[in-house]
């Protein structure tokens, strides 16, 4: 196959785009958020969980301060009641009973006192807990949010990229000969079509060719298309190339 050089040339322009279109197509497919956005869902389920059993035990806690509070109140009222009926009762057996009564009440609203205090403790302590660790899901959450929208932009960006290289490749691959570009995407869908011939290396796989290569290399035509007795890459020859 032969073209001429300025056509070959054009195969290193799409070796350009090619190479960009793929990093802008896995940019788009995985931006470089997308991982921190994992670790933050993964972290945000554990705090969530972390935050349920706390609330849980926050409202235990309330639960059961309510519960001593009420008892509190029922232990008052009856403490009330037996004093009234003291004051108005004149049998010595009856007001003996009513004493008592009035005593272990007293005894059991100081052990209920003492009791509230504590729970009073541990639901300053739960709501503490559950506080913090709303916080801390609520950073999470935010900056979720600000990482998902960045991942969003990034994709949105790397969509429009890839779209401009599509149109700048159509563009160049509209001006190489049919041919040329049938070889050199038989070639590309195994790896890089083309490289620039430098240093006695190919531009494509980074090889050096060996002596009898090159000298087959500078016995080619200048229009002929080589390729590269490495990779199969097609060899773009330039003034530069030291051949």
């Known amino acids: 196959m032969h073209a001429s050089p300025s056509d070959q040339l054009l195969l290193l322009d799409l070796v350009r785009l090619d190479v960009a279109l793929a990093r802008a197509e896995e940019a788009r497919r995985k931006p470089p958020q997308?991982?921190?956005v994992q670790e933050l869902i993964a972290l945000r389920n554990g705090q969530g969980r972390e935050l349920v059993a706390l609330?849980?035990?926050l409202d235990d806690a309330k639960a059961e301060l309510a519960r001593v509070e009420s008892d509190i109140d029922v232990a008052r009222k009856r403490q009330q009641r037996d004093r009234d009926r003291l004051g108005q009762t004149a049998v010595a057996r009856d007001a003996r009973a009513l004493e008592s009564e009035i005593a272990a009440l007293d005894a059991r609203i100081d052990r209920l006192e003492t009791t509230q205090i504590e729970l009073i403790e541990k639901v300053e302590q739960a709501q503490e807990a559950f506080d913090a660790q709303k916080r801390l899901l609520d950073e999470t959450t935010a900056e979720g949010r600000e990482v998902s929208q960045a991942g969003r932009t990034a994709v949105e960006k790397a969509a429009a990229e890839a779209d401009q290289?599509?149109?700048d490749r159509e563009a160049t691959a509209a001006r190489v000969p049919q041919p040329?570009?049938?070889e050199y995407a038989r070639i590309a869908a195994r790896g890089t079509a083309a490289g620039l011939f430098q240093h006695g290396t190919?531009?494509?796989c980074h090889m050096a060719l060996a002596p009898?290569?090159?000298a087959e290399l500078r016995k080619a035509a200048e229009d002929a298309v080589v390729h590269c007795p490495e990779c199969g890459a097609i060899v773009v020859r330039t003034s530069e190339s030291g051949l």
Do not use: E, K
């Open 34 to 36: 997308a991982a921190r």
């Open 165 to 167: 290289i599509v149109r």
């Open 212 to 214: 009898t290569d090159l």
């Open 55 to 57: 609330t849980n035990a």
């Open 180 to 182: 040329l570009l049938d």
């Open 202 to 204: 190919c531009g494509a």
